[in-house]
C-alpha cells in the first residue's frame, strides 16, 4: 500500500473485492475507486512518483474476467479521475514466448531538470534510462548505455549541482558512476579517477550540494569486501579516506545513509570502535566519528536515518542494551542522544515508519507492553503519548502511514487484532481522534508474505463463503486446489514452484469469488 496526497484529497493502492486498484479518500472520507492497478513491486516509493500534479506509477491492466493481461507492467498517470487515468506508453511492445505481453517495469522514478527519469527496459535496448514529461510522444530512451538489447542495470539515482548521477555498467559487468545532462551526448561515465585507483560495485549514492557520495570496493569486486567512502565533483573521483586501514573495510554496507547541513551521515567502524555513527565533508580532515554509540568495539547498527528541521534521527543500538533506540542528533557529540525509547527485545530491525505534522513526528513504535503502536512525540519538548486504543496492534509486518491529507489528517494502513484474527483497515487520525470504521476495510483477502520464496499464507475475514482455493499460472493453466471450510488462515507450499507471477482464486462451489496475484521468488 501506498499513500500520498493531491489534489486535496489522499491516494492509496489497495485490494478491493478481486482486485488490486488505485483508491482516493476525501477530507469527508468519502472512497473513491479510481482504476484497477496491478502495481509492480512492494517497495512503491520506487515505483510511484508525484509529478506535474498527476500520479505516476508503474502497473500491468488485467481483464479479471479471463484473468489475462492487457498490457504488461508499464507507466501509468493519474489526475485522480477515472478518465484522467491511464497509460502514458506502452514501452516495451508485444508478447513474450508464453503470449504474455512484454513488460518494461518502470522504477527508480527520480525528478530532474523539470522532467521525470526512470529505468526501463524495451526490447531493442535492454533496461536503460527514460525520460518522459506525461506524453508518449515526450516519453523516450536517453542513451542506450550498453548497446543493444544488454541491460546497463543502472541502480540509484540522484541529483547535484543540476545533473543526474546514478550508477550503470556499459558492458554487463562491472558498474561505475554515470552523469547526464538529460541528452544523449551529456550522458558520460566519470571516467577520471584520482590516483588511478580502481572501484568496483559502487552503492549507497547520496549527494550534498557540490558533491556525490557512494560506497566501494577498494580495486578489483572479486573476493574483496574492502567497502570505502568516494566521492566526486563530477568531473572526477576520489577515495575520502580509508578509515581503518585494512582490507577488511571501514563502510557498512547493510545501513542507510543520509545528508544533515552538507554533510554525509553515515555508519564505519575504525581500529577502536564497531560499526558508528561518522560523518564527511568529502575530505580526509572533514571524516570523523561522531559518537561512539555502543561503547567499544561493538557495534550500534545505525539504522533508518531520516531528516527533520536540522536534526537526525535514527535507530541505534547502545552498550548494555540488546534492543535498538530512536536517537537525534545536530552532528555533534554531545548532541547525539536518544530520542524515544523502544521497547526491549521488540522489533528492534523494523523500520520505524513515520510522518511529521505542525512540528509532531507521528511514529510506530513498540515502546511498552502493547507492541506495536502509533505513537506521538513534540520534537520540540519531550512530550510523548500513545494515540492506539489500549489492545489494539499494529502489527509490523503492514505498518506504513505518512502524512496524506491537506485537512491536517494523519492516514495510515494496518492491522488489528479483533477476536484473535487481523483485520486490514485505512486508519485516519483527525482533530484528536483515532477512526476506522469510517473507512472500511479494503479487502477480503490477505496473502503473506508476497513475494514469498516457499509458504504462502492467505488470510480471510472471519467470516466467508469460500469453499476451495486454487492456484494458476498466468497462462491459465491450473497448478493446485485446495478444500476449505471454516479456515481463516490457509498456507500453500509454494517452494516448488518456478519463480514468476501466479493467481490465487477463491471459490464458493464452482462460482468465482475472488482473485490475488502473488509472486513467487
Known amino acids: 500500500m501506498s499513500i500520498g496526497e493531491f489534489n486535496n484529497a489522499t491516494y492509496f493502492f489497495s485490494m478491493d473485492q478481486d482486485d488490486y486498484a488505485l483508491f482516493k479518500v476525501g477530507n469527508d472520507n468519502s472512497r473513491q475507486k479510481i482504476k484497477s492497478a496491478n502495481i509492480f513491486g512492494n517497495l512503491l516509493e520506487y ?102 538489447s544488454a541491460d ?15 550508477f550503470a555498467s556499459s558492458d554487463g559487468f562491472d558498474k561505475k558512476l554515470w552523469v547526464s545532462d538529460g541528452t544523449e551526448e551529456g550522458t558520460q561515465m566519470i571516467s577520471q579517477v584520482v590516483d588511478d585507483l580502481i572501484y568496483s560495485n559502487p552503492m549507497k549514492i547520496n549527494a550534498t550540494s557540490d558533491k556525490v557520495f557512494f560506497t566501494a570496493i577498494v580495486g578489483s569486486s572479486f573476493n574483496n569486501y574492502n567497502y570505502e567512502l568516494w566521492a566526486s565533483d563530477g568531473n572526477s573521483i576520489w577515495l575520502v579516506t580509508d578509515i581503518n586501514g585494512t582490507t577488511e573495510g571501514s563502510v557498512d554496507i547493510n545501513n542507510a545513509y543520509a ?55 535514527f535507530k541505534a543500538f547502545s552498550i548494555g542494551t540488546n534492543h535498538a533506540d530512536i536517537w ?23 523500520p520505524p515508519y513515520y510522518s511529521i505534522l505542525n512540528d509532531k513526528m507521528y511514529l510506530q513504535a513498540a515502546a511498552d507492553e502493547y507492541g506495536l ?21 499494529i502489527h509490523d509486518a503492514c505498518g506504513n502511514f505518512e502524512i496524506a491529507s491537506s485537512d491536517g489528517s494523519i492516514y495510515y494502513h494496518a492491522n488489528y487484532t479483533e477476536n484473535e484474527f487481523q483485520i ?53 493453466r491450473i ?30 462451489g464452482e462460482k468465482e469469488m475472488a482473485v490475488k496475484r502473488f ?3
Open 47 to 148: 515505483h510511484s512518483i508525484f509529478y506535474n500534479n498527476k500520479l505516476f506509477y508503474s502497473a500491468s491492466e488485467l481483464d479479471y474476467d479471463s484473468t489475462e493481461e492487457i498490457y504488461g507492467q508499464e507507466l501509468w498517470l493519474s489526475d485522480g479521475t477515472t478518465s484522467g487515468t491511464y497509460q502514458v506508453k506502452d514501452i516495451y511492445t508485444g508478447m513474450d514466448n508464453f503470449n504474455h505481453p512484454n513488460s518494461s517495469y518502470p522504477e527508480i522514478f527520480t525528478l530532474y531538470n523539470g522532467s521525470l527519469y526512470f529505468i526501463a527496459s524495451d526490447a531493442e535496448h535492454g533496461r536503460e534510462l527514460w525520460v518522459t514529461d506525461g506524453t508518449e510522444q515526450g516519453t523516450q530512451l536517453i542513451k542506450d548505455i550498453n548497446p543493444g
Open 152 to 166: 546497463s542495470y543502472i541502480t540509484e539515482m540522484v541529483v547535484m549541482n543540476n545533473h543526474l548521477y546514478f
Open 259 to 313: 545528508v544533515l547541513n552538507d554533510q554525509l551521515y553515515f555508519s564505519a567502524k575504525d581500529n577502536t570502535t564497531g560499526s558508528e555513527l561518522w560523518t564527511s565533508d568529502g575530505t580526509e580532515e572533514g571524516t570523523y566519528l561522531v559518537k561512539d554509540i555502543s561503547v567499544g568495539d561493538t557495534d550500534s547498527d545505525i539504522r533508518f536515518p531520516f531528516v527533520y528541521n536540522s536534526k537526525l534521527y
Open 328 to 350: 537525534i542528533t545536530d552532528g555533534t557529540e554531545g548532541g547525539t542522544q536518544i530520542f524515544f525509547p523502544l521497547l526491549e527485545d521488540q522489533f528492534s530491525y523494523a
Open 373 to 393: 503502536q502509533l505513537w506521538r512525540i513534540s520534537l520540540g519538548g519531550t512530550n510523548q503519548e500513545r494515540l492506539m486504543p489500549v489492545g489494539i496492534t
Open 424 to 476: 486490514d483497515k485505512l486508519w485516519r487520525y483527525s482533530d484528536g481522534t483515532i477512526s476506522v470504521d469510517e473507512i472500511p476495510s479494503l479487502s477480503s483477502v490477505q496473502l503473506y508474505p508476497n513475494p514469498t520464496s516457499n509458504t504462502l499464507e492467505i488470510v480471510l475475514q472471519q467470516e466467508h463463503s469460500f469453499t476451495s482455493i486454487s492456484i494458476f499460472d498466468m497462462s491459465g
Open 479 to 508: 497448478i493446485t486446489t485446495q478444500n476449505i471450510t471454516n479456515q481463516r488462515v490457509v498456507k500453500q507450499n509454494v517452494e516448488t514452484l518456478h519463480n514468476g507471477i501466479y493467481l490465487i482464486k477463491l471459490f464458493d
Open 519 to 521: 509472486v513467487k521468488s
